[in-house]
């Protein structure tokens, strides 16, 4: 076992045993677009992760306001934000979890799959409620839930998750995420695990989030 793996497995330990810091019971997704203006994010000829991460979070803006939940968006159009001012606004808001909407990069071509990471206790339950909702609808490599420490969800305090749709560095998953059909699998899978993590908190909890402050 690497060093690292033996690394991520203590750091696994510490984010279950830690207590969960959030209440559960939101009615808000804050939802961030990767990247954005001169930060294009991973890409290959015309394909630009930026494009494609906006394109899936306005997707999953419609499905989460179909289901009833309340939205926010970190950007809208083609802008640059810093890392912490996503943070800043997203920190602003009560009762609701943050998620990151990317798509993946490596010189390695032959690498693809779906992956979602999380930083804390509550952000690995949403992390594994969205990816295997994700894998579900897409039918994608499934890289699985992993821990990262990745400024945006070390720095919110809601529940935060990150999500990679796919590498734009794979030949075969370019092809899928040029297409709209394809975003929105992903757009879907996202809505869905976030539905389902908000259905399980409530029945193993169980707590009134009133009482919670
Ligand atoms: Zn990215």
Known sequence: MSVSRITSL???AAVLLAPAAMAAAFRTVVIDPGHGGHDSGGRWGKVYEKHIALDTALRLEKHLRKM???TVMTRRDDRFLTLPQRVEFANRHREAIFVSVHYNYTWKQQ??????FYFNQDGWNLANHVQRSMIQRTRSEDRQARFA???VIRNCKLPSILVEGGFVSNEEERKLMKSGGFREAIARGIAEGIDR???????TKGRPTGARG
């Open 111 to 116: 690498v693809q799959g779906v992956e979602t």
């Open 68 to 70: 009833g939940y309340r």
């Open 10 to 12: 203590l750091c696994l």
């Open 197 to 203: 993590y908000r259905k399980a908190e409530e029945t």
């Open 149 to 151: 420490r990745y400024y």
